[in-house]
């Protein structure tokens, strides 16, 4: 299982970013996807949520109404649409999957929201 996050940046406040996250090495229609988050000094945060199919998504407050997790089965590739992005969202991004009783995490990738 691989699982590989890209976009992260920085950007200003109210900007946008879209994270991707690349997933191989496993059947990833069958399976849910998570993006989480930890910010510097902070335990990692559940951000976004999204069934195997798409149909249901959760969000955490945080991220309600600004951020919206996506998926395309076809192309094996979870996705976390970001807009009016705050300097409280600056944190690593990461990818999150669950086959059985095993977390799959990818690397990460860094978004810093600052002027």
């Known amino acids: 299982v691989q699982l590989v996050e890209s976009g992260g940046g920085l950007v200003q406040p109210g900007g946008s970013l879209k994270l991707s996250c690349a997933a191989s090495g496993f059947t990833f229609s069958s399976y849910a996807m998570r993006w989480y988050r930890q910010a510097p000094g902070k335990g990692r945060e559940l951000v976004a949520y999204?069934?195997?199919?798409?149909?249901?998504?959760n969000y955490a407050d945080s991220a309600k109404g600004r951020f919206t997790i996506s998926r395309d089965n076809a192309k094996n590739t979870a996705y976390l649409q970001m807009n009016n992005l705050k300097p409280e969202d600056t944190a690593v991004y990461y990818c999150n999957t669950v086959r059985g009783s095993v977390e799959y995490w990818g690397q990460g990738t860094q978004v810093t929201v600052s002027s």
């Open positions: 999204i069934s195997s199919a798409g149909g249901r998504t």
